[in-house]
């Protein structure tokens, strides 16, 4: 295991994951969609909700842990799922579900990873969630939530918000595919990731391994690209989820949910949580940030069913971002680039370390505020006039300089 103490923020692990990753990879994680207003606000909205410092409180025995639906979690934090992980270092979400299972936190695997179900399911003892991208091609989804089952996985997590694809502008520029395409451009600049082309020399696994081999058509790369522009199904409604939730028969988890009236279909849907979420500012630039938008959802969500588990990703890097997110009504957290940077940085080593800064981050802060136990956070360790704005939906409104 390699020692990371230098490593004190996420930002340390994003600049090095800069370095050793292709430009084509990193830029598609570092990236949102459009003028990218969105990606930039999930992140400022958390920085400008401010703490409350107490004294004197005893801040001895203090406990992060909590559930996420029925699973244990060492801190209210699971890994969110995310496409071309096995791009950011080779055979990446195994390295990230081996480090979050050890760490103590839930691992998603998304439809879109390198590594596939059964990949993942072979390298790990702790169960995983699956998240499913629901395809026109019916039989190929209902083999996915068959190998997911089979797979041993604990939860489905339903993405909701990815019918039709939001554009990042360097994705385009940078011709993305899994993996790369021998352009010049790609060959040089290959030359200057030598860790990462050593460790994908070593692996087979270097394309959508969830879905070569297993879906009609799709034998080899030429036909996957027009296979997964046309497959995502822009017709998904609340009648499929009723249809999923049925072939799923486990615990389902809606991800995407950025109005109330949606997290109380949510709700009605029977949905165990469900994840404020605008997919980390990738797919509507111009929504709300998540942190914005997870107060009325909450309330709306209480009002209807308040069994269901409000959760919150987009935008978090640190401890703190977590502890805002639990004082806003959150009761579990998801972290994509937050994790995908340590893993571009260090493969498993990075993604531990990155979910130790976190852990250590949410803990201090808790204690500065006053608390010793996550699951007894409220928001009254905001700073009153530094939050309640986001209860409406509204993004911060910087004081007229008169
Ligand atoms: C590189 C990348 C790939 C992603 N791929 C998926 C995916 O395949 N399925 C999915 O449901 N969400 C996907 N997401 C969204 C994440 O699950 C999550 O909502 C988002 O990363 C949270 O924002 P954060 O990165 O600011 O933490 C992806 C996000 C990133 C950054």
Redesign the pocket.
């Known amino acids: 295991m390699k020692s990371l103490d230098k490593i004190t923020d996420i930002e340390d692990l994003r600049l090095i994951a800069k370095r050793k990753v292709p430009k084509m990879f990193y830029d598609?994680?570092d990236s949102g969609s459009w003028t990218q207003t969105t990606y930039r606000n999930?992140?400022t909205d958390f920085d400008r909700i401010k703490l409350r410092q107490r004294v004197l409180v005893d801040m001895d025995n203090r406990s992060l842990a909590s559930h996420m639906i029925d699973t244990p979690v060492k801190m209210p934090v699971a890994i969110?799922?995310?496409?071309?992980?096995g791009m950011m270092w080779a055979d990446g979400e195994i390295h990230a579900a081996k480090a979050a299972e050890k760490f103590g936190v839930p691992f998603?695997l998304?439809?879109?990873?390198i590594c596939s179900i059964e990949d993942v399911a072979t390298h790990t003892s702790a169960p995983f969630w699956f998240?499913l991208?629901v395809m026109r091609d019916k039989v190929f989804m209902q083999n996915l939530i068959n190998r997911a089952k089979a797979a041993n996985c604990s939860a489905l997590?339903l993405?909701a918000d990815?019918q039709v694809l939001g554009q990042r502008h360097k994705d385009i520029k940078n011709g993305l595919s899994a993996p790369p395409k021998p352009t010049f451009a790609n060959i040089l600049n290959l030359m200057t990731k030598p860790e990462w082309c050593m460790n994908m020399l070593g692996t087979k696994r270097r394309t959508f391994g969830n879905i070569v081999g297993h879906a009609q058509g799709v034998g080899d790369l030429s036909s996957l690209s027009s296979w997964t522009a046309e497959q995502f199904d822009p017709a998904l409604s609340w009648d499929d989820v009723a249809r999923i939730k049925e072939l799923w028969g486990g615990k389902l988890i809606i991800?995407?949910i950025m109005e109330p009236e949606d997290a109380v279909l949510a709700a009605k849907s029977g949905a165990d949580a469900l994840?404020v979420?605008n997919?980390?500012?990738?797919q509507l630039d111009g929504a709300p940030s998540s942190i914005a938008a997870l107060s009325d959802i909450v309330q709306a969500v209480k009002a209807e069913r308040s069994d269901i588990e409000v959760w919150l990703?987009?935008?978090?890097?640190s401890g703190q971002d977590v502890l805002k997110a639990v004082a806003m009504g959150a009761t579990g957290t998801?972290?994509?680039?937050?994790f995908?940077y340590g893993l571009g940085a260090y493969g498993e080593d990075g993604v531990r370390r990155a979910l130790e800064l976190i852990y250590k981050e949410c803990d201090v802060s808790m204690a500065f505020c006053g608390h010793t136990d996550v699951q007894q956070v409220t928001d009254d360790i905001l700073v009153k006039g530094t939050f309640e704005h986001l209860k409406s939906g509204m993004p911060h409104i910087a004081p007229m300089p008169w």
Do not use: C, W
């Not at 990703?313 to 890097?317: E, L, M, Q």
């Open positions: 598609y994680v999930n992140e969110a799922p995310t496409g071309f992980t998603s998304s439809t879109m990873s998240q991208y997590i993405t990815l991800k995407g994840v979420s997919h980390g500012g990738r990703d987009s935008g978090i890097r998801m972290i994509g680039r937050a995908l």
